[in-house]
């Protein structure tokens, strides 16, 4: 019998809108090898390895009547040359040209009828780089059966290790007959289970968002600040179909030297940073920003646990997010005492759940920042803008050079997609001594996304300088 898409996987295909792709991405930008790297190469890295995560060959397969959720069934017609892809950026290969393209690209859809995923090498940046851009459906990633293509092709060394590769054979796929035999069988064996598809089938999907929070993890520590709406802000109106994008980059020293100044987390110091630079975005906007001034993050978290209530470092349960509401104090001037009313919440959070720390998660996963947005954009989903005004996820990885078919990867930017209302996401990771910002805006409400990217720095400096 062919998977069948969980209620949660499920509902990611039924909230899906012209203006708010379900999909996830990640930019990794790398320097070309002396011994040269094309299109032809990083195909046959792909297709050695893509059979250790067979998702990536299946599509969605409809039942007939939406008797049942949908199943994942073999692509007999999969072409990998489809879903890789290549592009080149015009002379002089500038960030600003990248960062349009893409924008461009990751405001399109994917293809319902192919395998939920597509990669890109982007050719003609300056200084001999060259980049990757995937879009991995959020139906797709759930940090069991399948993890981003990304972390698929890097290696740890310059010299790819070798995967001698599968012959693969698709099974055939089920008849509509035997999809509708097997939705009857559930229907009789699960009956309750008909009205839930039922309404799905017509487009009730927030009858299925609605289940979000109880799967992705325990949330009774923001209950009471969600009980409340967002503060009125400018991140909250209705989204266009295209997107603009900006990075910003950082080094992970900056954020340890203030975490040892004052005591806290690194994520706490992530978060007042973001804090400052929106303060100053809004204040260069000329918006009203008073003392009490707040905008409400929505900040996914990963947890584990054991039935026994200890942390968890083993990887086969996969990874579980919860997602947590932090009032960003951005009308407080003092950078320090932003900081100290961010730790306050955060270890109210920390008390309430069981939060993973940064060297856990990359134990957990390897390089799992790509899956790891995935997950936290998926538990993002699940609240209503009225509660948030955007979200943040931020990342941990692994302190290490890789490298994909011997390109070294200089950096990674996640780009995070836009729930329904929401004009921006930001997403970063660490990486081999950096920390990397990727804002993905909508076009028409954030026209100077560059500019907030670029008051990232201000903030962290800002905050650096401050005295204890």
Not at 34 to 42: I, K, Q
Not at 116 to 144: F, N
Not at 339 to 365: D, Y
């Amino acid at each position: 019998m062919p998977d069948r898409l969980s209620a949660l996987d499920a509902s990611f295909l039924y909230l899906e809108q012209p203006t708010t792709p379900m999909h996830v991405g990640a930019v990794a930008i790398f320097r070309r090898p002396r011994s040269g790297f094309d299109y032809d190469r990083l195909l046959r890295v792909i297709e050695q390895r893509i059979g250790s995560v067979p998702r990536y060959r299946q599509r969605v397969r409809h039942i007939p009547g939406g008797l049942a959720r949908p199943v994942w069934v073999d692509d007999e017609d999969f072409d990998l040359s489809y879903h890789v892809r290549r592009s080149a950026l015009p002379k002089p290969g500038t960030d600003r040209a990248l960062h349009d393209l893409i924008a461009r690209l990751m405001s399109r859809p994917l293809d319902h009828t192919r395998p939920l995923w597509e990669m890109y090498l982007v050719e003609g940046l300056d200084s001999g780089r060259l980049a990757m851009l995937t879009k991995t459906h959020q139906a797709l990633v759930d940090g069991i059966r399948a993890i981003d293509i990304a972390q698929l092709i890097l290696d740890v060394s310059a010299t790819p290790r070798e995967d001698g590769g599968q012959t693969w054979r698709p099974r055939p796929e089920p008849s509509p007959v035997r999809l509708m035999r097997d939705a009857v069988f559930e229907a009789w064996s699960r009956p309750g289970a008909v009205v839930d598809n039922a309404k799905a089938a017509v487009g009730d999907a927030a009858a299925s968002a609605g289940k979000m929070v109880d799967v992705l993890g325990q949330v009774a520590s923001v209950l009471r600040t969600a009980a409340s709406r967002a503060p009125g802000s400018p991140l909250n109106v209705p989204v266009s179909a295209q997107r603009r994008f900006a990075v910003a980059r950082t080094r992970l020293d900056d954020y340890r030297k203030v975490r040892s100044k004052h005591g806290c987390a690194v994520n706490d110091v992530v978060l007042a940073v973001v804090s400052g630079a929106m303060r100053n975005w809004l204040l260069s906007r000329g918006e009203p920003v008073t003392v009490s001034s707040t905008v409400r993050a929505m900040v996914p978290l990963s947890v584990r646990a054991e039935p026994d209530g200890h942390a968890s470092m083993d990887n086969s349960a996969g990874n579980r997010v919860s997602s947590f509401l932090v009032d960003l104090p951005v009308g407080e001037p003092s950078a320090v005492m932003r900081l100290h009313q961010i730790t306050h919440q955060m270890r109210v959070h920390a008390e309430s759940g069981r939060s993973v720390g940064a060297e856990t998660l990359v134990r957990l996963g390897g390089f799992a920042p790509p899956t790891l947005h995935a997950l936290g954009a998926r538990a993002a989903s699940g609240f209503s803008k009225r509660i948030f005004n955007l979200v943040v996820t931020n990342v941990p990885g692994p302190q290490v050079v890789l490298y994909a078919a011997g390109a070294t990867m200089l950096e990674m930017f996640p780009v995070v997609p836009l729930a329904k209302g929401q004009a921006l996401a930001i997403g970063l990771t660490s990486y081999n001594g950096g920390v990397y910002y990727g804002f993905n805006a909508d076009r028409d409400a954030m026209g100077d996304v560059e500019m907030l990217a670029g008051m990232i720095s201000e903030s962290l400096d800002e905050l650096a300088g401050a005295a204890p």
